[in-house]
């Protein structure tokens, strides 16, 4: 924490390593886990956003003559988590919107470090929303009568009107590409209706009523949608939607677990020698503020979800995770019959020993029965409702996939073994048995992959996925697949080109093209339609590799680098200046080093044996894995400047196997096929080494 002083106040910032906040994993696993919540109890119904609001007379009277809200972090923090809990109560234990099935939220934190909630509610059935006429009975989108509800109407004034933006105001945050990314001013509506994008639009009637708003004058097109009851107890931006088609609901649930805002902050001192510190400059870290701290500190909830959703473990006989203690004897360890117990073979266990646990599938199981991971053991269910998510498994993972697709059908198997036995025979692979079991049949295993996953992923992820699929596992009937899941896999440019199915179509093709390139594959080897290159501008057809490299920022320190050239500057100084000046004429350059390490300091860094595909064991005759039609080649081909740094830890045989598919690549019987090579690294630090590398011929070459 440190402080900086600007006259009587004291301004503190927090600098806190992300592994402290959690990182884009753990987003993932809840967003997983909420949309599980979707399957099981189906759409939400509503949500709600509410934001901190500094003039909330519990943190005003509380203020010392003088202060601000801004330095009073700790009010700030216990004030909103107070009207959180009332929030709560309202929701949940008066139910005030009806019986509550389920529910999930996140906290987050402005940049100026004002928290807020992003809360989803599922309704029981019988309760749920699913009619235009019950919007109104819970959203209202107009301004309030100033003579009959003179409270409300001054309450949704200050925190409920959007903008200005638009015309108005181009220089608004909410201004992209000259038009207001929430689509405000909305259209009059004298009714509330279902939009076709699956999202309401609200009643919003032309009556003439009108408000000076931060100096426009606006109308109800520019009302937030509120719910009165909560915006009179709260007196605070709370804004209210209805969840009211399944189109919207995975951008809802992406956009609550979309992560933290993130930036970058460089920061030297103007005293002295200036001094190049690597490892500081390129910590993993992220600006906290001090509301966020202390919300933190006080150990308050950042998200909640319930009921709550464990993740179910899966993994092939004899694959298990096995944990232990740093200190632990390892000999100890392997022989304690527990260590080797999971979820997966317990359950195998009690369905063999329990009548009871044999009616469940292995997902139903958390239902009836508690996992207690000390002696672990499931014992019977007793209160508290929770649901359960076998870890998801691609097609790629082979046997791992089929085994979770057989515990998705069979019921109260004994063993692997028996998971492995179909009408009385045993199958050597999980795979032939979900085949002869008729879960490989015309394809349906890999359709239920895709309607899985149509669930989870967003339509960018599925397009991947079908790709992967297209791939490696081979599926009969190709146009059936893409027939079936086209409207999930192009949702996304649906929205993009609402009156345009034909741009839509050629935007999903070649985005399934971009990731079939990535493995050396393309469209046109597939029964799918055909792409037609002039249709479609948003995704060019240059392959995933170049497509990266060519769109890299150029950081400016880097750009002015060349300019700041000296003799105390090191080798990774030389190198930025050198991808920079190449990168900033539009050329490509590829910066690769033997190391991970060494990798991470590298503007856009590769490893070299993940660029070139080298293999782990080389000689003197062997090249490396790259073909000449897939998409690394295409992206050597027009590189202008490659750069390898830490060579010499590596092998020369390694280096001579670049050298040989270099050659034959470009055609070009010179050292790398002409490109532009530089070698870099300390031969200090492998003395024996580099005296062979002086008798070797490349060293000399280069």
């Known amino acids: 924490m440190a402080g900086e002083c600007r006259g009587e106040k004291v301004v503190q910032r927090v600098l806190l390593p992300t592994s402290f906040i959690g990182g884009p994993r753990d987003m993932r696993r809840h967003y997983m886990n909420a949309m599980t919540l979707v399957q099981y109890f189906g759409r939400p119904d509503i ?29 700030v923090t216990r004030v909103f988590r107070a009207k959180l809990q009332d929030l709560k109560d309202q929701i949940f234990n008066k139910e005030i919107f009806g019986p509550i099935a389920a529910h999930v939220f996140v906290i987050e934190f402005q940049k100026r470090g004002l928290p807020h909630i992003h809360l989803l509610v599922i309704l029981k059935e019988g309760h749920k929303i699913t009619t235009p006429d019950q919007y109104d009975r819970f959203i209202y989108a107009e301004l309030p009568d100033k003579d009959k509800q003179p409270h409300l109407n001054e309450l949704v004034i200050r925190p409920m009107m959007h903008g200005p933006c638009g015309e108005n105001r181009r220089t608004s945050p909410c201004m992209k590409d000259d038009q207001c990314k929430f689509h405000y001013p909305r259209p009059f509506s004298n009714k509330s209706i279902q939009g076709k994008d699956g999202y309401p639009i609200y009643r919003r009637r032309n009556d003439g009523k009108t408000v000076n708003v931060r100096g426009m004058n606006m109308n109800n097109q520019w009302v937030v949608p509120y719910n009165p009851y909560l915006l009179m107890r709260h007196n605070c931006h709370i804004n209210v939607e209805v969840c009211s088609g399944v189109k919207g609901i995975k951008y809802l649930y992406k956009y609550i677990y979309k992560g933290h805002d993130g930036c970058a902050v ?14 500081r400059n390129f910590q993993d870290a992220r600006w906290v503020s001090l509301p966020e701290a202390l919300w ?28 232990y203690w740093k200190k632990q004897n390892l000999r ?7 260590v080797k117990h999971t979820m997966l073979t317990e359950y195998f266990r009690m369905c063999s020993i329990d009548d009871d646990a044999r009616n469940y599938l292995y997902r139903e199981f958390l239902e009836h029965y508690v996992w207690n991971p000390q002696p672990k053991i499931w014992t019977k269910r007793k209160t508290r409702s929770v649901i359960g998510r076998i870890a998801i498994a691609n097609p790629r993972e ?14 109260g198997p004994f063993s692997f073994e028996d998971l492995l036995t179909v009408n009385g025979k045993k199958c050597e692979t999980f795979k032939e048995a979900a085949k002869q079991g008729g879960l490989l049949e015309s394809d349906n295993s ?19 996925l079908f790709a992967t699929i297209l791939v490696r596992c081979n599926p009969t009937d190709i146009r059936n697949l893409w027939e079936t899941y086209y409207d999930d896999m192009s949702e996304d440019f649906r929205r993009m080109h609402r009156n345009s199915p034909a741009t839509q179509l050629q935007c999903t093709l070649k985005s399934v093209n971009y990731y079939l390139e990535s493995m050396g594959k393309s469209v046109e080897k597939y029964d799918l339609p055909k792409i037609n290159q002039q249709s479609c501008q948003t995704i060019t057809s240059e392959c995933r590799e170049t497509i990266e490299e060519t769109s890299m920022k150029v950081p400016v320190e880097d750009y002015e680098a060349q300019s700041k050239w000296t003799c105390g500057t090191g080798k990774t100084f030389l190198y930025c200046a050198l991808l920079a000046n190449v990168r900033s004429r539009g050329m490509i350059a590829l910066a690769t080093a033997t190391s991970g390490v060494a990798v991470a300091i590298l503007p856009g860094g590769r490893t070299t044996h993940s660029r070139y595909g080298i293999p782990l064991q080389t000689n003197d005759t062997t090249i490396t894995k790259m073909s000449k039609q897939s998409a690394a080649t295409k992206l050597i081909g027009q590189a202008k400047l490659i ?3 830490k060579a010499p830890m590596t092998k020369r045989q390694t280096i001579e196997t670049v050298d040989r598919s270099f050659r034959d690549i470009m055609d070009v019987n010179v050292p790398f096929g002409g490109k532009v090579m530089v070698f870099g690294g300390d031969f200090r630090q492998v003395l024996q080494l580099f005296q062979n590398l002086q008798e070797q011929r490349w060293l000399t070459q280069v």
Not at 268 to 274: L, M, Q, V
Not at 332 to 338: C, I, L
């Open 643 to 645: 750069i390898w740094d």
């Open 446 to 464: 890999i359709s239920e992959c895709l309607r899985e996953a149509v669930f989870f992923k967003m339509p960018s992820a599925l397009r991947s």
């Open 398 to 411: 082979g046997e791992r996939y089929y085994e979770r697709l057989l515990l998705n059908h069979v019921r």
């Open 296 to 323: 933190r500190i006080y150990e308050f909830n950042l998200s909640e979800m319930q009921p709550p959703v464990i993740n179910l473990q899966l993994h092939l006989p004899v694959n298990q995770a096995m944990y």
């Open 266 to 279: 460089y920061i030297e001192s103007d005293d002295g020698e200036k001094i190049v510190d690597e490892i």
């Open 332 to 338: 100890n360890v392997m022989a304690s019959d527990t």
């Open 47 to 75: 949500f709600i956003t509410m934001t901190c609001n500094t003039e909330w007379v519990e943190i005003q009277e509380e203020l010392c003559e003088g202060q601000l809200p801004q330095d009073r972090p700790d009010l």
